[in-house]
């Protein structure tokens, strides 16, 4: 597609519920992020793929939460159980090599979660 | 520990006076330096980047930022201030060796008419 893509842009969940969030990079992206912006805070992050493979899922925040990626493109985010204190903007990025490099990233724009 | 300073909180300039926003780092050997920029309801959008050569760097809208090696710093600034650049700017920073992006935590530039 011509940008990065997620759905839905929207999310109002009850606690306790499971959520899926998606992210539909840039075609040709072999590394794609996930991060969580919460209300006047900076980027945290959450996990980094490179292609299917996520080298670094340092960034969950719990075991609610997990991330999946196939055919080296769409990624889909899953927290389960949600609780109140996840209810945040959740953006998606790519790039096309990944990596130690130079590259900029191209970002969604974003799926807000609010968890009730 | 690596990490990226953006000291302000918000900003807040007339339109037409020039504006600067800061950050500072720590991260080790040259890494590569980045702002993005936020608009509201928008995603985060690349401005501009520094690699290596000149300090001072040109990016979109008018923007350009400088290296300071000896400083740490890689503060964003441009000459004249647009009401429309009203956003939330973030300086990022990657350690050359490392795919990870550090982040700041973000300034809020607001420009008065």
């Known amino acids: 597609g011509a940008g990065v893509s997620q759905s839905p842009s929207n999310k109002v969940t009850e606690k306790g519920k499971d959520v899926e969030l998606r992210c539909d990079p840039i075609s040709g992206h072999t590394a794609l992020y996930w991060y969580r912006q919460s209300l006047g805070q900076g980027l945290e992050f959450l996990i980094y793929?490179?292609?299917?493979?996520?080298?670094?899922k340092s960034g969950l925040p719990s075991d609610r939460f997990s991330a999946e990626r196939t055919g080296g493109s769409v990624s889909t985010l899953t927290i389960q159980r949600t609780q109140q204190e996840d209810s945040a903007v959740y953006l998606c990025?790519?790039?096309?090599?990944?990596?130690?490099?130079?590259?900029?990233?191209?970002f969604g724009s974003g799926t807000q979660l609010s968890v009730l | 520990a690596q990490s990226v300073a953006q000291p302000e909180d918000q900003v807040n300039v007339a339109e037409g006076n020039p504006l600067t926003v800061k950050c500072t780092y720590s991260v080790s050997g040259n890494p590569y330096l980045f702002w993005y920029v936020q608009y509201p309801n928008r995603g985060l959008q690349f401005l501009l980047k520094y690699i290596t050569g000149d300090n001072l760097v040109k990016g979109s809208y008018g923007f350009e930022a400088e290296f300071n090696k000896s400083q740490t710093s890689f503060h964003l600034k441009k000459p004249s201030a647009l009401v429309s650049d009203s956003a939330l700017y973030f300086c990022a920073v990657r350690d050359r060796s490392n795919y990870q992006l550090i982040w700041g935590a973000g300034t809020k530039l607001i420009i008065k008419p």
């Open positions: 793929f490179q292609g299917n493979s996520a080298p670094d």
């Open positions: 990025a790519s790039s096309l090599k990944g990596g130690g490099t130079n590259e900029k990233l191209f």
